[in-house]
T-cell receptor, first 116, second 112 residues
Framework: DAGVIQSPRHEVTEMGQEVTLRCKPI?????LFWYRQTMMRGLELLIY????????DSGMPEDRFSAKMPNASFSTLKIQPSEPRDSAVYFC??????????????FGEGSRLTVL | SQKIEQNSEALNIQEGKTATLTCNYT??????LQWYRQDPGRGPVFLLL???NEKEKRKERLKVTFDTTLKQSLFHITASQPADSATYLC???????????WGLGTSLAVNP
């Protein structure tokens, strides 16, 4: 398996523009997570899906952020409009979760976003 | 509030020595704790998981301990190698909702 695949790896955009980040989880995994990582705050969970259904989006900073998972093999994180404070590395991770197991996370390589 | 602390200063050790990294937490009773490795420009990679009822877990040159009384986990790398140089992250489960709470990580440099 190729692992979790994210695109783009790097994105530089101007304030106010729409940004869409994409993720393909590992086949067979039923949970998908979007994280944001910064030096000051570390890894922060934005939202996670179980069986394509959003379970907890309490980490989404504000209404400018939205995430979708239309099927088991694809998810997007959208920021509209983007702001300089959104600059960070965004990670997608997937896992197989079943009752009683802890589901180690498999991360993608991340999308480094710079908003000017 | 829940808080996780890892050594904020980078750890520099000589090749062959044992590296020990610390993860302390407060105001929380996690059912398990995970350790991940992160290389520059890459995503975190899972290393080990230890449950609250386990005192110690080993995997090759890695050893993790979990002391729920001290609210601390120690992560050891024995016979360290330059290839072990990376940032190591600890993460605690946040209860029954699959969330993990992450430390900021400790940077380890193993000098040849």
């Amino acid at each position: 398996d190729a692992g979790v695949i994210q695109s783009p790896r790097h994105e530089v955009t101007e304030m106010g523009q729409e940004v869409t980040l994409r993720c393909k989880p590992i086949s067979g995994h039923n949970s998908l997570f979007w994280y944001r990582q910064t030096m000051m705050r570390g890894l922060e969970l934005l939202i996670y899906f179980n069986n394509n259904v959003p379970i907890d989006d309490s980490g989404m900073p504000e209404d400018r952020f939205s995430a979708k998972m239309p099927n088991a093999s694809f998810s997007t994180l959208k920021i509209q409009p983007s702001e300089p404070r959104d600059s960070a590395v965004y990670f997608c991770a997937s896992s197989f979760y079943a009752s009683g197991n802890t589901g180690e996370l498999f991360f993608g390589e991340g999308s480094r976003l710079t908003v000017l | 509030s829940q808080k996780i602390e890892q050594n904020s200063e980078a750890l520099n050790i000589q090749e062959g020595k044992t590296a020990t990294l610390t993860c302390n937490y407060t105001n929380y009773s996690p059912a398990y704790l995970q350790w991940y490795r992160q290389d520059p420009g890459r995503g975190p990679v899972f290393l080990l998981l230890i449950r609250e009822n386990e005192k110690e877990k080993r995997k090759e040159r890695l050893k993790v301990t979990f002391d729920t009384t001290l609210k601390q986990s120690l992560f050891h790398i024995t016979a360290s190698q330059p290839a072990d140089s990376a940032t190591y992250l600890c993460a605690l489960d946040a209860g029954n909702n699959r969330k993990l709470i992450w430390g900021l990580g400790t940077s380890l440099a193993v000098n040849p």
